[in-house]
């Protein structure tokens, strides 16, 4: 089992629509939370990142962490075709060196 | 452009042969990260060096890969003897904070060995 799950989508929308993004975790370990954004063929571009249980939000996204579900959630309002790409959580422990990532979320927002 | 940066985009090879690939950080940056992303998954973690010092490594990156952080700017990521399994996005990352929070990251490398 890996240690970060994500749900590969795709995941459609219409434009306008709010995007809800998920990704469960099994050790408690990890302290740190971010999001990227993935545009097919480039490099991930950091979009959140919160160390705290509750919520975290900036202009259209909002990221909520909830450490005793293991459970962390990204919203996207007012999504926009341009919103169109691949969604990856990146989580990492405290004392650790490294990001692990889950597999990400294709997300298609339709005009 | 004041990001990331890696070089070459593209590169194809035959099987057996060597590749390196190079990335510059951002600057002040002096946390370094290497990560391969294969299709439809998320980048998996390789190797990280604070400064010119490799602190760790992934049981990923056998010893046909080596990297490299001279005088702690840029750094080199070579892989001997190239496998087809090798095909993969090659990624660079560097951050100011620990663990690679809030790391950024380039363009990556796309390898293709036939």
């Known amino acids: 089992q890996k240690e970060v799950e994500q749900d590969p989508g795709p995941l459609s929308v219409p434009e306008g629509a709010i995007v809800s993004l998920n990704c469960t975790y099994s050790?408690?370990?990890?302290?740190?939370f971010m999001w990227y954004r993935q545009y097919s063929r480039k490099g991930p571009e950091l979009l959140m990142y919160t160390y705290s249980s509750g919520n975290k939000e900036d202009g259209r996204f909002t990221a909520q962490v909830d450490k005793s579900s293991k459970y962390i959630s990204l919203f996207i309002r007012d999504s926009q075709p341009s919103d169109s790409a691949t969604y990856l959580c990146a989580l990492h422990k405290a004392a650790g060196n490294k990001l692990t990532f889950g597999g990400g979320t294709r997300v298609l927002v339709k005009p | 452009d004041t990001g990331v940066s890696q070089n070459p985009r593209h590169k194809i090879t035959k099987r057996g042969q060597n590749v390196t690939f190079r990335c510059d950080p951002i600057?002040?940056?002096?946390?370094l990260y290497w990560y391969r992303q294969t299709l439809g998954q998320g980048p998996e973690f390789l190797t990280y060096f604070q400064n010119e010092a490799q602190l760790e490594k992934s049981r990923l990156l056998s010893d046909r890969f080596s990297a490299e952080r001279p005088k702690g700017s840029f750094s080199t990521l070579e892989i001997q003897r190239t496998e087809q399994g090798d095909s993969a996005m090659y990624l660079c990352?560097?951050?100011?904070?620990?663990?690679?929070?809030?790391?950024?990251f380039g363009q990556g490398t796309r390898l293709t060995v036939v």
């Open positions: 600057s002040e940056h002096n946390r």
């Open positions: 050790n408690s370990a990890f302290q740190y």
């Open positions: 990352a560097s951050s100011l904070k620990s663990g690679g929070t809030e790391a950024f």
